[in-house]
């Protein structure tokens, strides 16, 4: 069976960057998504788009088509008193907030200065070139509950709140 839009996909990879740092991986048939639902980054979808189970291959993903390009515009320096527990501010910390246009945001802190705090809200893999080492565990068509809410369910299909 190939892969195509509303196909439940399930993939082993390893994710490197360009100096072949491991970056992510999964193994053992842990990850699987709804193929066409935006569930896993635009180049991704593509490169696994048509191929079966039982395929291995490697695929090297431009950040236009994996986490975007870098948005200076997003990284901003705010008063360290902007901070519910300005004494808990650290590098590396993130925090959930909402783009100006509403959409969640993850924002990672960058640098800390006595009074200050360099926010950053771009994703920490944009700009990044993305190198996957795929192979293909399984792909079957996704359940009507799965089309419906746009997402895999495990086995015994899955509980919403």
């Known amino acids: 069976m190939q892969i195509a839009n509303d196909k439940v996909v399930t993939i082993d990879y390893v994710l490197t960057d360009d100096q072949g740092n491991v970056i992510d991986r999964s193994e053992g048939g842990q990850f699987a998504y709804l193929h066409g639902a935006q569930n896993i980054i635009p180049g991704l979808e593509k490169a696994l788009t048509g191929k079966e189970k039982g395929e291995h291959f490697n ?28 004494d808990d501010i650290a590098v590396g910390r993130q925090f959930h907030a909402q783009s100006p246009n509403g959409q969640p945001l993850v924002i990672t802190v960058v640098a800390v200065a006595e009074d200050e705090v360099t926010i950053d ?4 893999l944009a700009g ?6 795929i192979n293909i565990v399984d792909v079957r068509d996704a359940t009507a509950e799965e089309l419906s809410h746009g997402h895999v369910h495990g086995p015994g299909g899955h509980a919403h709140d």
Do not use: C, K, M, W
Not at 70 to 85: G, I, M
Not at 121 to 124: A, F, K, L, R
């Open 121 to 124: 809200g771009n994703h920490p």
């Open 59 to 86: 695929v090297a993903i431009a950040p236009e088509e994996g986490y975007g390009l870098r948005d200076e515009s997003l990284t901003q320096v705010v008063p360290r008193n902007a901070f519910e527990s300005p």
């Open 128 to 133: 990044a070139n993305l190198n996957f080492d």
